[in-house]
């Protein structure tokens, strides 16, 4: 069953220069104002627009990525849903596979996170936090789909909850 | 030096901290991304020092002209506030968290981050 989309539909395919992640976090959030009043809604979804660019930024092959941003107010109840897609290496994959079994398994996002922060805080090679902010800070819930080398990862929140 | 305004800026991104009576003031002004993360923790780590060699018994952080801090940046803030914890209690500090009510990422994050050290770490709006 199809769902019509109301609202906004972005389709961004981009070269994931790290300079250039916020610019389009600047986008993405400028552009949900102009349907959504709810400030805090608008100030997650950028945020998450953000973690999953750097994620492609830092991990994409050629940092070619596609970050899809739709709000759906179809059926009374709003959704925004963020999609970003980009080939990646097996390592990689292997990892984000890793990362998303202990962010399903967890019952507390927050904590998560903030055991993540201190976990993290003596490696230096990575950050590590990410996903962790998008599920806790961001309220959102996350998923992860891989075809091939493809990695896709879908957050979702509601609106007006 | 002790009165010597330490600084540090890329991109979109300054930083400042300097003395004032009440302790060690640092300011932090528009975006914080993966730009210029390498940029914040070596100045994070000379404000450390910089606390440290003037015995300061708190530092404020003023983060309300902070337009976006990324994950990676938070985590430079939780290495601050770790390297604070493995002080002994004498040596340690306290760090206010300075932050805009207008910017909305700042309460789920600051919140996150002063539940890394609760003793350590309040959040003023």
Redesign the interface.
Known sequence: MSSTVCGLRLQLRLDAD??L??VT?RFVEEALKRFVSD??L???V??TA??LL?NA??YARDRNAELTVTLDTSGGKGVVTLRLSNDTTPAHIDRLRQIFSELDACRDP?SL??EL??R???RPDV?G??LA?IL??GEMTLGLSVDGRTATIVARTSVGT | MAGEKLSASA??FSAEAWNEVSGLQVKMVG?A???VRDVLGEFLGQVHRRALGDHVAEATLDLRQLA?M???C??EL??WI?DIQELPAAEQYRIVLHSSPE???QR??LD??S??ASELVTVRV
């Open positions: 790290p300079v992640v916020s976090r400030r805090d608008v100030s997650r950028a945020m953000h973690e750097e930024a830092k927050l996170y903030v922060m201190r993290n805080a003596r950050s936090l990410g902010r806790a800070e | 991109y979109d975006t991304d993966m730009s976006f990324n994950s990676a938070l985590k939780a290495v770790g910017i909305f990422w789920r994050s996150a981050l539940r890394l």
